[in-house]
């Protein structure tokens, strides 16, 4: 902004002198800057008047609502070995049944504070440290900013919030924003970013402090969020468009609200049901691979059977993996193939996928990415890995010692993407996940004609299939079509 501003300052000064200049020059940034800060006085004033009318609507009666039972995730029967292709069984070029096309997913775009705030400075004093999954993080939260709940009854709420709502928290908000950038945390993250740093300040035995805390930044971050209250304790509630597994929620204002902590299981809640100027919706979806120190986890000899120079020896990052073990169980398929492989795994294995596939047609280089799929990993049901049905992000299929058919799924359909820049699409069936690739050509097999283009359906669980082949119990059975963005 300011080049622009000295490029206009140089375009009227015309023909001016140098000293004359130079005096319009100072008396042009000295307006600059006042206009400058009052802008932020107009910002802070509407921040303050804000805060102001969120504590008074705090004093009005809790709204009560009834809690539905968490959903449990749901099981999914699947073969005990995978199924093996038969030998003497030929291609075959059908067009495949399926029901519905999930629209493509908008973009994420992080929330944003309600107004700008300061621009976090080196601290003067020691900062709060804490650690994020094994990454070390410090907020410049001092004994200042320590308070007390005497209860937690609609007056004593709003006279806490007030005392946030003072310029000795803004600092803090303005911190943890710049936190949430430099992790690259998907709002999720974001969320328990914070549950980690005001559980470390407060104490455990000061927990509802923290989540009021939790609750102020998050509002002032820009998110949809509401506080509720039960059996003396507060508790966030976190709005989702996707449905949430094993987390207690209420219906409100026709939006699920899920309880932020699993734990808690209360029948009844008593809400604060108010809207704060341009929230917005928390989201899934993890656009980015959050930025999370290293913690080396064992190597992982993978090579593919039909092809042995298909080799790769690969370690993830333990902490990124305790990162999505933590992560929210969903339904939303299009979430784990959308967070893609961490940079640390695409520097071991993308050389040597490219090496090995490098000179092959489209189809024959999927073909390889296939067979390293459906050969290179251990076959076992979630059920007898993890007691439950767990979708897993590819890093964690990378990780874990086995992998089921929409673990699969999901890293074949990371591969082509990345590695041979076709689109592709997932085939959600009652009991199965498979891919379907666009070759944007004649390639013969199977497939589903979407918007007018050709999908050939790959089978990274169906093994030794070539890509074209579909089960067979699937053949005409209809699927869900999930878009990946």
């Known amino acids: 902004m300011r080049t622009r501003f000295?490029?206009?300052?140089?375009?009227?000064?015309?023909?001016?002198?140098?000293?004359?200049?130079?005096?319009?020059?100072?008396?042009?940034?000295?307006?600059?800057?006042?206009?400058?800060?009052?802008?932020i006085r107009k910002f802070k004033a509407y921040r303050d008047k804000v805060n102001a009318e969120y504590a008074e609507y705090m004093r009005r009666a809790w709204s009560e609502y009834k809690a539905l039972p968490a959903d449990p995730v749901p099981p999914r029967p699947e073969p005990p070995?995978?199924?093996?292709?038969?030998?003497?069984?030929?291609?075959?070029?059908?067009?495949?049944?399926?029901?519905?096309?999930?629209?493509?997913?908008?973009?994420?775009?992080?929330?944003?504070?309600?107004a700008p705030l300061p621009v976090p400075g080196k601290p003067a004093r020691p900062s709060f440290s804490f650690t994020f999954y094994g990454t070390p993080c410090t907020v410049g939260l001092e004994e200042q900013h320590?308070?007390?709940?005497?209860?937690?009854?609609?007056?004593?709420?709003?006279?806490?919030?007030?005392?946030l709502s003072s310029d000795a928290y803004l600092s803090v908000v303005a911190e943890c924003l710049t936190w949430r950038d430099k992790l690259q945390l998907c709002d999720w993250g974001y969320m328990r970013f914070l549950e980690r740093m005001t559980t470390a300040f407060f104490g455990t035995d000061k927990s509802n402090e923290a989540r009021l805390l939790q609750m102020y930044i998050l509002t002032q971050s820009g998110y949809k969020v509401r506080i509720a209250r039960a059996d003396e304790r507060l508790v966030l509630l976190l709005p989702s468009k996707n449905n949430i597994y094993e987390y207690a929620y209420l219906h409100i204002g026709g939006c699920k609200y899920y309880v932020a902590d699993a734990s808690m299981r209360q029948k009844r809640f008593y809400v604060f049901d108010r809207e704060?100027?341009?929230?917005?919706?928390?989201?899934?979806?993890?656009?980015?691979?959050?930025?999370?120190?290293?913690?080396?986890?064992y190597a992982r000899q993978l090579t593919a059977e039909g092809y042995p120079e298909v080799s790769a020896n690969v370690a993830t990052n333990r902490n990124l993996i305790d990162f999505y073990n933590d992560y929210p169980l969903t339904d939303a398929w299009n979430i784990y193939a959308e967070a893609s492989l961490s940079a640390l795994v695409k520097k071991q294995l993308y050389p040597i996928l490219q090496k090995a596939i490098a000179g092959n047609s489209k189809a024959a280089a999927a073909n390889m990415l296939i067979d390293w799929v459906q050969t290179a990993f251990d076959y076992r049901t979630d059920d007898e890995q993890f007691g439950q049905e767990r979708p897993l992000f590819a890093d964690e299929t990378l990780y874990y010692p086995y992998s089921d058919c929409e673990d699969r799924a999901i890293l074949y359909a990371i591969l082509i993407r990345d590695l041979l820049g076709l689109d592709v699409v997932l085939l959600?069936?009652?009991?199965?996940?498979?891919?379907?690739?666009?070759?944007?050509?004649?390639?013969?097999?199977?497939?589903?004609m979407i918007d007018g283009r050709k999908y050939i359906v790959c089978d990274p669980t169906y093994i030794g299939a070539t890509i074209?082949?579909?089960?067979?119990?699937?053949?005409?059975t209809r699927a869900s079509v999930v878009r990946i963005r």
Not at 24 to 38: H, M, P, V, W
Not at 148 to 161: F, H, P, T, Y
Not at 468 to 476: L, S, V
Request: aromatic share 10%.
């Open 6 to 39: 000295f490029l206009l300052l140089l375009f009227l000064a015309g023909n001016v002198s140098a000293q004359s200049f130079e005096e319009y020059r100072r008396q042009a940034l000295s307006d600059f800057d006042s206009y400058k800060a009052e802008e």
């Open 81 to 114: 070995k995978p199924v093996v292709k038969d030998p003497d069984t030929k291609p075959s070029n059908d067009p495949i049944p399926f029901d519905n096309i999930l629209p493509t997913p908008a973009p994420v775009l992080p929330p944003q504070p309600v």
């Open 146 to 163: 320590r308070f007390s709940l005497v209860g937690i009854d609609e007056n004593k709420v709003a006279d806490a919030w007030k005392l």
């Open 276 to 297: 704060f100027p341009q929230e917005q919706f928390f989201s899934l979806r993890i656009p980015r691979e959050p930025l999370l120190s290293m913690r080396a986890a």
């Open 428 to 448: 959600h069936y009652p009991e199965h996940l498979a891919t379907a690739v666009c070759f944007g050509d004649d390639t013969p097999g199977d497939h589903l």
């Open 468 to 476: 074209g082949e579909t089960m067979p119990q699937y053949k005409q």
